[in-house]
């Protein structure tokens, strides 16, 4: 291993395991533009990892369910960096998330040669007061990495957007291309520490660079904006003319609840409403100082997220 003033990112082998994914996707277009050679990827979904074929041919791509041990954990065996992003957000059965967090996490370690450095990506629900299987097992994940003897990192990042986004920020900026008008539940004065994915990505490089020795950061946005700043933001972006309509809180609930009598996979539903009209705010630490990271604005953010020529188009399958 190179020293670690020195070490460079175009000189290590690196895996991603669910690197398919919004945060591995804006990974790996900053590895590659820094002349990142050596990079494998790891998902289980046939269309994610097409997109990252067609973004840089010849990236190395293997689709596989980590859940099952299997030949894919030979790619492990000499690697310099393993990066794990694989997670269970979101299912109907409390089963997947056990497997696809817990289980996938202790066949990744298994494969995981001592020489490498490892870096989790947590969440920041672990320092939250929720009780639901996504926390449990992601817990239960992070306490996989931190006794596993490897040399780690581990990060808790907050709600993130960026490039390839198809939920959060992602939805509401399509939502304000097909409509003349955008609801606004109450005054939209709600706050909220958006992360943006570009400087997630220049995080996780640090850590590839500097190794630093074991610990956990909570990684949060560095800016408090209001929703409704949010939404102004991204109409600014893109360049869009729909009108901004405040409409009270409870007339937004009945609105939701009809429309979910018609639709049963509703994009936006009565209890996402509750949580977005209550404050937002986490820790905020000098990520700045500790990774050698300059926080690009929000704004800035904003606009490259949204008004890129390629990636901006581009939408991912969950």
């Given at each position: 291993m190179s020293d670690p003033d020195t070490r460079s990112v175009e000189n290590l082998k690196i895996v991603l395991t669910g690197g398919a994914g919004l945060v591995g996707q804006n990974l790996i277009v900053r590895l590659r533009e820094r002349g990142c050679r050596d990079l494998c990827i790891l998902d289980k979904s046939a269309h994610n990892l097409a997109i990252a074929r067609d973004l840089h041919p010849g990236i190395r791509a293997v689709e596989t369910d980590?859940?099952?041990?299997?030949?894919?954990?030979?790619?492990?065996?000499?690697?310099?960096?393993?990066?794990?992003?694989?997670?269970?957000?979101?299912?109907?059965?409390?089963?997947?998330?056990?497997?696809?967090?817990?289980?996938?996490?202790?066949?990744?370690?298994?494969?995981?040669?001592?020489?490498?450095?490892?870096?989790?990506?947590?969440s920041s629900v672990i320092?939250?007061?929720?009780?639901?299987?996504?926390?449990?097992?992601?817990?239960?994940?992070?306490?996989?990495?931190?006794?596993?003897?490897?040399?780690?990192?581990?990060?808790?990042?907050?709600?993130?957007?960026?490039?390839?986004?198809?939920?959060?920020?992602?939805?509401?900026?399509?939502?304000?291309?097909?409509?003349?008008?955008?609801?606004?539940?109450?005054?939209?004065?709600?706050?909220?520490?958006?992360?943006?994915?570009?400087?997630?990505?220049?995080?996780i490089i640090a850590c590839m660079e500097k190794q630093p020795p074991p610990q956990v950061y909570n990684i949060s946005g560095k800016e408090k904006i209001l929703f409704i700043d949010i939404i102004c933001a991204i109409k600014a972006a893109k360049g869009s003319r729909c009108i901004?309509?405040?409409?009270?809180?409870?007339?937004?609930?009945?609105?939701?609840?009809?429309?979910?009598?018609?639709?049963?996979?509703?994009?936006?539903?009565?209890?996402?409403?509750?949580?977005?009209?209550?404050?937002?705010?986490?820790?905020?630490i000098d990520w700045e100082n500790i990774f050698g990271v300059n926080a690009i604005p929000f704004e800035r953010a904003v606009r490259e997220t949204f008004a890129h020529p390629v990636y901006s188009k581009v939408r991912l399958k969950f």
């Amino acid at each position: 291993m190179s020293d670690p003033d020195t070490r460079s990112v175009e000189n290590l082998k690196i895996v991603l395991t669910g690197g398919a994914g919004l945060v591995g996707q804006n990974l790996i277009v900053r590895l590659r533009e820094r002349g990142c050679r050596d990079l494998c990827i790891l998902d289980k979904s046939a269309h994610n990892l097409a997109i990252a074929r067609d973004l840089h041919p010849g990236i190395r791509a293997v689709e596989t369910d980590l859940s099952r041990p299997g030949r894919w954990q030979d790619v492990f065996s000499d690697a310099d960096i393993v990066i794990t992003l694989h997670a269970q957000i979101s299912s109907l059965a409390p089963e997947e998330f056990y497997r696809n967090n817990v289980t996938a996490t202790e066949n990744v370690l298994a494969a995981v040669p001592s020489s490498a450095y490892l870096i989790h990506v947590s969440s920041s629900v672990i320092e939250s007061e929720a009780d639901d299987h996504y926390t449990a097992t992601k817990q239960r994940q992070e306490e996989l990495v931190v006794a596993s003897g490897l040399r780690y990192t581990v990060l808790r990042p907050t709600l993130m957007f960026g490039w390839f986004d198809r939920k959060h920020l992602g939805w509401l900026s399509r939502f304000m291309s097909i409509t003349p008008v955008f609801p606004i539940p109450g005054d939209g004065e709600y706050l909220r520490q958006p992360l943006y994915a570009g400087n997630f990505s220049e995080i996780i490089i640090a850590c590839m660079e500097k190794q630093p020795p074991p610990q956990v950061y909570n990684i949060s946005g560095k800016e408090k904006i209001l929703f409704i700043d949010i939404i102004c933001a991204i109409k600014a972006a893109k360049g869009s003319r729909c009108i901004l309509l405040k409409l009270p809180y409870r007339f937004f609930y009945f609105l939701l609840t009809v429309y979910a009598v018609f639709d049963r996979d509703p994009p936006f539903t009565t209890s996402q409403l509750e949580a977005l009209v209550i404050d937002e705010v986490f820790e905020d630490i000098d990520w700045e100082n500790i990774f050698g990271v300059n926080a690009i604005p929000f704004e800035r953010a904003v606009r490259e997220t949204f008004a890129h020529p390629v990636y901006s188009k581009v939408r991912l399958k969950f």
